[in-house]
T-cell receptor, first 120, second 115 residues
Framework: AQTVTQSQPEMSVQEAETVTLSCTYD???????LFWYKQPPSRQMILVIR??????QNATENRFSVNFQKAAKSFSLKISDSQLGDAAMYFC?????????????????FGQGTILTVHP | GAVVSQHPSRVICKSGTSVKIECRSL??????MFWYRQFPKQSLMLMAT?????????EQGVEKDKFLINHASLTLSTLTVTSAHPEDSSFYIC???????????FGPGTRLLVL
């Protein structure tokens, strides 16, 4: 079974600074996807960034980027120029590839979450 | 982007009554929907996978007779909490995926409080 671990229950950052959230995962599969989701106080889950395992290039979305280390099974999220609106709980998630069989199609395995506080 | 709605957004009920929560994909057909439960400051716990036209697949430890799931159409899945008790109070979130699309779209969640 796949597992996702976020070892930082809470993190804080000053506005305009950079912060990195850690995530490691365990899998024996080669075809999978990794995601970072943001859950603000409204509790609406928002997709921040997605990484396909077969892609070597790290995904980037504006101020958000990942450091995907496939061999180390590490998938960290870097938030640059942090803003007050970035304050939220962040979840790392794993999903098996489309070619995976069985009943687990589409299932996401989430990490424990990291609460990010942004100080003005 | 794809939109998923949930209704109601919050509900308060008496112990012993049943509560139905609806999850709708508004602008796409969702062959698969998921139901999660979340406690404060904790991660999402997958309860079940709902496929249109077939029985839901429940995760280990989730009582299927307690949490009834129906996926009657490609845009609607419902979760019914039967004979609700205070320990069922939680935040329930649904999500939906399109076929062959890797992104899962989440509803805004339903806060259930059982008195």
């Amino acid at each position: 079974a796949q597992t996702v671990t976020q070892s930082q229950p809470e993190m804080s950052v000053q506005e305009a600074e950079t912060v990195t959230l850690s995530c490691t995962y365990d899998t024996s599969e080669s075809d999978y996807y990794l995601f970072w989701y943001k859950q603000p106080p409204s509790r609406q889950m928002i997709l921040v960034i997605r990484q396909e395992a077969y892609k070597q290039q790290n995904a980037t979305e504006n101020r958000f980027s990942v450091n995907f280390q496939k061999a180390a099974k590490s998938f960290s999220l870097k938030i640059s120029d942090s803003q007050l609106g970035d304050a939220a709980m962040y979840f790392c998630a794993y999903r098996r590839g489309l070619n995976a069989g069985g009943t687990s199609y589409g299932k996401l395995t989430f990490g424990q979450g990291t609460i990010l506080t942004v100080h003005p | 982007g794809a939109v998923v709605s949930q209704h109601p957004s919050r509900v308060i009920c008496k112990s012993g009554t049943s509560v139905k929560i609806e999850c709708r994909s508004l602008d796409f057909q969702a062959t698969t929907m998921f139901w999660y439960r979340q406690f404060p400051k904790q991660s999402l716990m997958l309860m079940a996978t709902s496929n249109e036209g077939s029985k839901a697949t429940y995760e280990q430890g989730v009582e299927k007779d307690k949490f009834l799931i129906n996926h009657a159409s490609l845009t609607l899945s419902t979760l019914t909490v039967t004979s609700a008790h205070p320990e069922d109070s939680s935040f329930y979130i649904c999500s939906a995926i399109r076929d062959r699309v890797q992104t899962q779209y989440f509803g805004p969640g339903t806060r259930l409080l059982v008195l």
